[in-house]
């Protein structure tokens, strides 16, 4: 009988549920086509969707209206760990153990020097067993690892003025404790079910994938007053995401989610070098390092005397302080002897003499064979020993980075000897970029950066910031990406999201909303990143076009335009040598053979370069939005014939070529000669002469032949004379 | 009058004899084309200059061979260079003849859209598909072939009046028909706005003139449109009246040759650019396909309504017809000559050069009608044809270049044999050089003097003209291969083996004729039917060849002097050499030789 009255109830349900979709869909039609004022946001969602409740609710601080502190962060780490148990376990720092470097290591080690906390961080698994259920890392300190699962890292806050690098995996921490095991949730109360994930999901170019940001009346589109309409963090925007992918993501990966590794620079910076409101005291800067006591360690010659932190000299940026590329100046600057250190007034306005400290050099024989730094870490036997990178020259000297160290070098469900971290992730504040490897070098390329591009290029469009190269933005040494891709050939990328520091309590939501998709973006293409990234730009390949013939404009003189439309998310290079139109002129020969066909002689093949048209968007073949670039052809005027031509783009990395049309193939186009014809008065003139010479000359020999015609005997006569 | 001999009824006949002969399609459908491909005006200054240079000159030499020889080919080189060169003679009329074989399909062609155009059968066509069901059935191909071989011999059965009448009525029609046609395409360019094709024709791209290649297009346009060097000036000037101006006639043709090409040009190129938005493109296209695809479609677009369009189509086909058939009447003329000088009869030569032409013919009207990537049909056989014996012409020129050359080396040699005058390079400038112009040119028949830069002209310019003209196309040719070697397998019938391989054995078989069948004959001395006694060499004698001589009265001219003149078997016509009879029993029928 229950049962049944439950049936029935569920039919109902769906019998509601149909009717409504249509509804919706239908009025959705309506206003579409009517393209009126537009639609107020109570028209479409629910009362908390419009305000931004968060459906956990809560204080301030899980409402994302106000920032985290450390504690208040910890505690909910954990109160959301014990209630989701199955899935999240909350840690602190590793209990450690013999390292991956033969370093004996225990909990101690990985807390920071000031106030002594480890980093606190949550591993995320689901599945049958979840996470008590796996193989146990005793050297972790955890027992949710499955060898077939991959490993996410998630770091935050490196630098510990960048407060909403927390927020934003505290935001994605509730966001898994909430939804986790649900289906199909109407996130924002329209009557729809996970119509919107993040990004662009159905490859039209809008983030807004159901349209009912659109439909808003224009001011009402830039809910977070980016000066983007309807973009990421915007009402209605990648609002009703699919609960049951991020269920089945959860439950097939491993996810470490490390949101404050630098406790100790984070309290600083809040306690006490940025006193309340920190967007004020410290509106342009703030603190960045850890607290490493700098001259209790004897780089500066003089003694310290004060336990206390020294704002001027103190710290080690921890985001160079990784071995792979480590030291090398590019970035690095030393600390500073006492009284040389840029005064601490000034650093909470951003400025700064020292905040990019690499930390000490190693004076440690790391290998024990009586040289010391014979080997720094760069992926290479510098001292052809059969050993790589076995002899640091520094980095990795602070307990927040030995933390991260371990963690990565001592997961290894596999045994295969290798990390089990494939993709990495941290963010970081602020510029609104999506930063991928190399950081090290500039000019210089990643041997994956095809695949690195894809990935970034797919995060940029889910949060509409700019992707780049690392070391574009600026040269690094030691950073986290380059480490985690140069050691471990992990898919790093460093997030620089928002525009301020410390950004204002207001905006926490908004930016957190907006880069909400990113982490789930990782954890899904964790499995694979090469694979995915190959398959992607394949599709993106394909949708992309080049000016057909048929399309092509001729202009009235000049070089001929030939455009492409490529994907954002394809890692076109625009070095000519790389991506090109690759043509040729064919002009019919200047002898025709009399009776035969048609002859032509083919000019050799050139390569002209692309050049990106600015503010110019093109339609893909899928219906996104792609970059126009063009190819100017040097054609002359003064020729009429055919243009045989095809596009050739080149990857970054040095993928080549990508060919439209594809394999060996190539349009012909038929152009005019579009010079002038000629000038009539030299027309005119060239015609009496010819016409003089050939007419006249004609006349002049037939008059000859009637006069001798008439006057026979003189014929005689001269005949006579000879 | 001697007897039996024959010639054109006036000087007038003469002109338009050899202007119908130079006058073909190379004119009107090749001409325009080479100005569209070489840059308009650029193209007239060499074009016009080696008028001058190349055509003229050689054509005042076929003039003062044919008309002191007063023979055919065979004839006339047997005469002016030496009984061992008389196969140069049968090369010349051979190349002639071959081309002839294809040309009367080409003629066909052209008839046959004057029947389509007169009956309104290019109006609201797709000329493509026109062309390509003309070209794929061969039955009328064939009958238009034949159509054309039966008016040539019509034209030429009897002899050089006939010829003279037919080609007078011919080229005058041509005028009329081009002027008309001229007239309707600068009505068609002006009513646009301007006069671009016209301008176009006549403005000057330096740069282009600057190219080696426009010289060597404008060189060969002239070559091959005047026929200089062809034999047909010989030919003809076998007819020439007594007191004829060999200069006159040459710059007379040439100029008037030249003449037509502009109408032509200015007719073709104007209604191109009226109706073309592409003009350049459709003018530099493949050869038929802009006489036969391009310009119907454009003559569509004729003023003056249905009764202007009919008039465009039917007077430029009507014009192009006339063009091909009075060139392919000179062709066949030029073999019949030479049979006639060997004293066969001459409604027999004709037969047998007219059946001989249609049946070689008939492979070029059905065997490989392939299509183009434009899906435009052509036929691949007659092209291969045009292929091979195009550049054998120039061959032909060399060897009346070399008459001269030789002529003037024994004349030079016998001065200074007889004392007259000292050797040396210096002496042979002096005395060699000019000799032919002055025995040959010079003579006092003709009102114009021709210079010393004649001769600067035969002994220098010719053979470096000659030698760039034939590497240019052998390397632009061997060139177009990959690898280049490949181009002298003689199995691919567009590369330059196969005309080398032809060209080598077509001459090997002529100098071995040289002294077989032109200049001795084997004659029967056994019993009975020679059939009977074919194979046994004691039966046959070889003697000298006769060759007959067409001397008009007034007309004899000594050529004793000449290397080969001091010959008893070579007689004018009406007298009987010694063993005629023997073989005939009777002297050959002077009103038909």
């Known amino acids: 009988m229950v049962s049944t009255m439950r049936n029935a109830k569920a039919i109902l349900i769906t019998l509601l549920l149909l009717n409504s979709l249509a509804l919706t869909g239908s009025l959705g039609a309506m206003a579409q086509e009517e393209e009126p004022v537009g639609e107020l946001p109570e028209d479409i969602w629910s009362d908390d969707y419009i305000y931004q409740n968060f459906p956990w609710y809560g204080n301030d601080k899980l409402q994302f209206n106000e920032y985290h502190d450390y504690f208040t962060m910890k505690a909910r780490m954990l109160q959301l760990a014990n209630a989701n148990s199955d899935i999240m376990e909350f ?137 983007i309409l309807c973009g990421p963090g915007d009402l209605g925007v990648d609002e009703d995401f699919d609960e049951a992918w991020i269920t089945d993501l959860v439950d097939t990966r491993e996810i470490y989610l490390i949101p404050m590794l630098n406790v100790d620079g984070n309290r600083y910076d809040r306690e006490v070098f940025c006193p309340d409101p920190a967007w004020e005291s410290c509106s342009g800067g703030g ?115 030995l933390f991260i160290q371990d963690i990565t070098e001592m997961n290894d469900d596999d045994g295969d000897g290798a990390s089990d971290f494939k993709a990495t992730l941290t963010w970081h504040s602020y510029s609104e970029l999506v930063l991928y490897p190399w950081g090290h070098c500039t000019g210089c390329s990643a041997p994956d950066e095809a695949e690195l591009i894809y990935h970034g290029a797919m995060m940029a469009e889910m949060t509409q910031y700019q992707n780049m190269q690392s070391s574009d933005l600026y040269p690094t040494t030691g950073d986290f990406c380059d480490w985690h891709y140069g050691v471990h050939r992990s898919f790093c990328y460093t997030i620089e999201i928002g525009t301020a520091f410390h950004q204002k309590p207001e905006d926490i939501k908004h930016i957190a909303v907006r880069n909400l998709g990113v982490p789930f973006y990782m954890m899904e293409m964790a499995d694979n990143p090469v694979e995915r990234a190959q398959i992607g730009i394949e599709n993106a390949q394909r949708a992309q076009w080049i000016t057909s013939p048929e399309n092509m404009t001729i202009p009235e003189s000049g070089p001929i335009p030939i455009n492409m439309c490529v994907s954002d998310v394809f890692p076109w290079s625009n070095d000519v040598n790389s991506s090109h139109v690759r043509w040729r002129i064919v002009t019919p020969t200047r002898v025709q053979s009399d009776y035969g066909p048609k002859e032509w002689i083919e000019q050799s093949w050139q390569d002209s370069e692309f050049v990106e048209v600015d503010n110019e968007t093109c339609l893909l073949n899928n219906g996104a939005n792609g970059t126009l670039i063009v190819s100017h052809i040097d054609v002359p005027d003064d020729l009429s014939g055919e243009l045989h031509y095809k596009g050739m783009l080149g990857t970054q990395s040095g993928t080549y070529p990508f060919e439209y049309p594809a394999s060996g193939q190539y349009y012909a186009a038929a152009f005019p000669y579009r010079a002038p014809f000629g000038n009539i008065i030299g027309a005119f003139l060239l015609f009496f002469i010819v016409v003089g010479a050939v007419w006249g000359g004609l006349g002049v020999a037939l008059k000859i032949m009637m006069d001798s015609g008439k006057d026979k005997p003189q014929l005689g006569k001269k005949e006579a004379q000879n | ?103 009367a399909v080409v003629a066909g062609w052209c008839v046959k859209y004057f029947t389509l155009g007169a009956t309104n059968g290019l109006e609201n066509v797709d000329t493509t598909d026109v062309w390509n069901a003309f070209l794929n059935d061969p039955s009328q191909v064939i009958m238009f072939q034949f159509i054309v071989i039966a008016i040539t011999i019509m034209a030429i059965w009897k002899g050089a009046k006939a010829i003279e009448s037919v080609n007078i009525w011919m080229m005058c029609s041509l005028f009329v028909m081009l002027f008309t046609t001229l007239a309707l395409a600068l009505w068609m360019d002006f009513s646009d706005g301007s006069l671009d094709g016209a301008t176009f024709m006549f403005t000057v791209q330096w740069d282009l003139l600057a190219e080696p290649e426009t010289w060597i297009n404008g060189l060969s346009q002239s070559a091959w449109s005047c026929s200089a060097g062809m034999g047909m000036a ?85 014009g192009l017809s006339f063009a091909a058939l009075t060139s392919m009447i000179s062709t066949v003329e030029l073999c019949v000559r030479n049979f006639v000088d060997h004293g066969i009869e001459r409604n027999k030569a004709v037969g047998f050069t007219a059946a001989a032409i249609f049946l070689l013919g008939l492979p070029s009207t059905f065997v490989w009608i392939k299509m183009d990537a434009e899906g435009v049909a052509f036929p691949e056989f007659l092209e291969v044809q045009d292929h091979i014996w195009g550049y054998g012409l120039m061959f032909s020129g060399l060897f009346i270049a070399f008459s001269i050359w030789k002529y003037g080396y024994i004349k030079w040699r016998g001065m200074i ?76 019938p567009h590369g330059a083996g196969i005309i080398l391989l032809f060209w080598g054995v077509v001459a090997a078989l002529f100098i071995g004729f040289n002294d077989y069948v032109l200049t001795r004959r084997p004659v029967y001395l056994g019993e009975g039917h020679w059939i009977t006694g074919l194979f046994d060499r004691s039966n046959w004698e070889m003697r000298d060849a006769p060759l007959f001589r067409n001397v008009p009265e007034g007309a004899e001219a000594s050529i004793e002097t000449l290397p080969g003149g001091d010959d008893p078997q070579i007689v004018e016509v009406g007298e009987v050499p010694e063993g005629w009879e023997d073989v005939y029993g009777e002297v050959m029928d002077a009103e038909l030789a």
């Open chain 1, 91 to 227: 840690h602190e720092g590793m209990p450690g153990g013999i390292n991956d470097r033969g370093i004996d290591m225990n909990s101690v080690s990985y807390e920071g020097s000031y106030y002594r906390h480890a980093s606190p961080w949550v591993k995320i698994t689901g599945g049958e067993h979840g996470v008590q259920g796996g193989e146990c890392n005793d050297f972790v300190g955890d027992c949710g690892n499955y060898a077939d699962r991959p490993d996410v890292m998630l770091v935050g806050n490196h630098h510990a003025r960048e407060w909403m690098s927390y927020e934003v995996p505290m935001l994605f921490l509730e966001t898994i404790a909430y939804y986790y095991g649900m289906d199909g949730i109407d996130n924002d109360g329209d009557g729809l079910y996970d119509e919107d994930p993040w990004g662009d999901a159905d490859g039209d170019g809008v983030l807004d994938d159901d349209g009912d940001c659109l439909r808003l009346n224009a001011s009402n589109q830039d809910f977070n007053g980016d000066g």
């Open chain 1, 287 to 401: 603190w960045r390092k850890n607290l490493r006591d700098n001259t209790l360690t004897g780089v500066t010659p003089l003694p310290d005397v004060s336990e206390d932190v020294d704002e001027d000299c103190d710290g080690v940026d921890l985001n160079r302080n990784y071995q792979f590329e480590w030291g090398w100046p590019l970035g690095a600057t030393l600390p500073l002897i006492p009284g040389t250190c840029t005064p601490s007034e000034d650093e909470r306005a951003g400025v700064s003499n020292n905040d990019v400290y690499t930390g000490p050099f190693d004076t440690v024989d790391n290998d024990g064979d009586g040289k010391i730094n014979e080997d720094h870490v760069d992926g290479k036997d510098d001292d052809a020993d059969q050993q790589i990178d076995e002899d640091w020259d520094g980095g990795n000297s602070e307990p927040e980075t």
């Open chain 2, 1 to 103: 009058m001697a007897k039996g001999s024959d010639q054109f009824g006036s000087r007038v006949g003469l002109i338009f004899a050899a202007i119908g002969a130079a006058i073909g399609t190379g004119n009107i459908w090749r001409f325009p084309r080479m100005v569209g491909a070489n840059g308009g005006g650029t193209f007239l200054i060499p074009w016009l200059f080696f008028l001058f240079i190349w055509s003229i000159p050689l054509v005042i030499a076929e003039f003062a061979i044919g008309k002191r020889a007063r023979t055919g080919t065979v004839g006339a080189f047997r005469i002016f260079v030496g009984r061992k060169f008389a196969w140069m003679g049968l090369w010349t009329a051979w190349i002639s003849t071959a081309i002839g074989f294809y040309y």
């Open chain 2, 234 to 318: 010989i030919t003809y000037a076998v007819y020439m009246r007594k007191d004829e101006d060999t200069v006159l006639n040459a710059a007379t043709m040439g100029l008037a040759n030249n003449s037509i090409s502009i109408i032509a040009g200015l007719a073709v190129l104007s209604a191109i650019f009226a109706a073309s938005p592409d003009p350049l493109a459709v003018v530099t296209g493949g050869s038929s396909a802009i006489t036969f695809l391009a310009l119907p479609e454009v003559f569509a677009q004729a003023p003056g309504g249905a009764g202007g369009r009919w008039l465009m189509m039917t007077a430029f086909f009507l």
């Open chain 2, 417 to 492: 044999e007889d004392g007259e005058i000292e050797g040396g390079l210096a002496s042979f400038f002096k005395y060699g050089m000019s000799g032919f112009r002055d025995d040959f040119i010079n003579t006092g028949d003709n009102d114009l003097w021709v210079p010393r830069a004649w001769d600067f002209i035969m002994y220098f310019a010719f053979p470096i003209l000659f030698t760039v003209l034939i590497v240019s196309y052998f390397g632009d040719l061997i060139s177009s291969f990959d690898p280049w070697y490949s181009a002298f397998n003689p199995s691919n």
